[in-house]
């Protein structure tokens, strides 16, 4: 097994771990994740429509 597999297979147990152990604060995080992908999808909507309008 390589680094890279090595690695990718560590982060999923310790993502999976915290999962499990936490699921409140995971959540959390998830919903803060998911809240900064929306602004910057808003932010790029926007930014798309004003040069377009301009």
Not at 8 to 26: H, R, Y
Request: hydrophobic share 60%; glycine share 6%; net charge positive.
């Amino acid at each position: 097994m390589n680094a890279k597999k090595a690695l990718i297979l560590a982060g999923a147990a310790l993502l999976v771990f915290f999962l499990v152990t936490q699921p409140v604060q995971s959540a959390g995080i998830v919903t803060q994740i998911l809240n900064t992908l929306k602004d910057a999808a808003e932010a790029l909507i926007t930014f798309v429509r004003s040069v377009f309008q301009g």
